[in-house]
């Protein structure tokens, strides 16, 4: 493994996201030669194959797989002591435009920005509460440099072409919101099946928006009310209206007369993630708040 080098990392990473070596080398800059040149040298050094090459293009193959776990730490510590020698030498100041679709602005990316502030006071960041689709739309048009967006079923197949994509492990969890009064309240757990007959408060809104309908392995579920925002669906639960679906990642930003409880459902399957987009070449700025959100919220071991 001596013979490693970080662009070999750096093309491999890029390989395994676009699925090509062609679009690697677009998003890099790089001739096609130039890829599958740094991929054997790669592969030299490991002593297996790190990619199965298919007529729509490539995928890892377990070794693949394991040398990019690797490759993701490495190459994010590798930012991380860039930006504290930075720090050391000139610490950050300007301004940094952030996105996040609702949910994730309520609770997740502030918690991320509080530790940014902290390590980079000088730097100014705003936040911009709005849908995926809209967030995208002014990432490339350079209005934001960091949107904090929702992929997975149910959701637009967006294009991410010239893009960097990172996945945020926010701890991949459903739950219930319910009134403080509720009698469900004073658990912390309870069965899919307790929740068969309760009223849905659900959400409505833009398409593109992650919405949350009442809980998806139910069959029949009745719904009572429709809300365009989750502040006002959380308003309706505290008084008691009914139920509500609500992720893991909010479960620290309810309103008072609001609880969250995990729901146990054995046929429920996660099919959605949170990830952190930016353009291809990050600012200062954009790497200390992707590095910040790293740091608030590690992979789960």
């Known amino acids: 493994m001596s013979e490693l080098t970080l662009t070999g990392l750096r093309v491999l990473l890029e390989v395994a996201q676009r699925g090509s070596f062609t679009a690697a080398a677009e998003a890099l800059g790089y001739t096609q030669s130039a890829i599958s040149r740094q991929v054997s040298v790669t592969e030299a050094a490991a002593g297996v194959p790190l990619f199965e090459r298919h007529a729509r293009g490539v995928r890892p193959t377990r070794p693949g797989e394991a040398l990019l776990r690797h490759a993701r730490q490495v190459i994010a510590h590798l930012e991380s002591a860039e930006l504290e020698i930075a720090g050391?030498?000139?610490?950050?100041?300007?301004?940094?435009?952030?996105?996040?679709?609702?949910?994730?602005?309520?609770?997740?990316?502030?918690?991320?920005?509080?530790?940014?502030?902290?390590?980079?006071?000088?730097?100014?960041?705003?936040?911009?509460?709005?849908?995926?689709?809209?967030?995208?739309?002014?990432?490339?048009?350079?209005?934001?440099?960091?949107?904090?967006?929702?992929?997975?079923?149910?959701?637009?197949?967006?294009?991410?072409?010239?893009?960097?994509?990172?996945?945020?492990?926010?701890?991949?969890?459903?739950?219930?919101?319910?009134?403080?009064?509720?009698?469900?309240?004073?658990?912390?757990?309870?069965?899919?099946?307790?929740?068969?007959?309760?009223?849905?408060?659900?959400?409505?809104?833009?398409?593109?928006?992650?919405?949350?309908?009442?809980?998806?392995?139910?069959?029949?579920?009745?719904?009572?009310?429709?809300?365009?925002?989750?502040?006002?669906?959380?308003?309706?639960?505290?008084?008691?209206?009914?139920?509500?679906?609500?992720?893991?990642?909010?479960?620290?930003?309810?309103?008072?007369?609001?609880?969250?409880?995990?729901v146990r459902d054995p046929a429920l399957v996660i099919r959605r993630e949170t990830v952190m987009v930016t353009a291809a070449e990050r600012s200062a700025g954009a790497r200390a708040m992707v590095q910040a959100m790293r740091e608030t919220f590690p992979p789960e071991t």
């Open 88 to 262: 050391l030498r000139d610490r950050l100041a300007g301004r940094l435009a952030v996105g996040a679709y609702p949910t994730a602005a309520a609770s997740l990316v502030p918690r991320a920005i509080a530790r940014l502030r902290e390590a980079h006071p000088a730097l100014t960041v705003s936040l911009w509460e709005a849908s995926s689709p809209a967030q995208l739309r002014r990432l490339r048009a350079g209005r934001i440099e960091v949107a904090v967006v929702a992929i997975g079923e149910g959701l637009p197949d967006y294009d991410f072409t010239d893009l960097r994509v990172e996945a945020v492990p926010t701890g991949r969890g459903m739950g219930v919101a319910v009134s403080a009064d509720h009698p469900l309240a004073s658990r912390e757990e309870v069965h899919i099946d307790d929740l068969a007959q309760e009223p849905w408060i659900v959400g409505t809104g833009d398409e593109g928006s992650p919405q949350f309908g009442a809980w998806p392995t139910l069959e029949a579920p009745r719904v009572a009310y429709e809300a365009r925002g989750w502040q006002t669906r959380l308003g309706l639960v505290a008084a008691g209206l009914g139920v509500s679906v609500l992720p893991r990642l909010a479960a620290d930003a309810v309103p008072r007369g609001v609880k969250w409880l995990r």
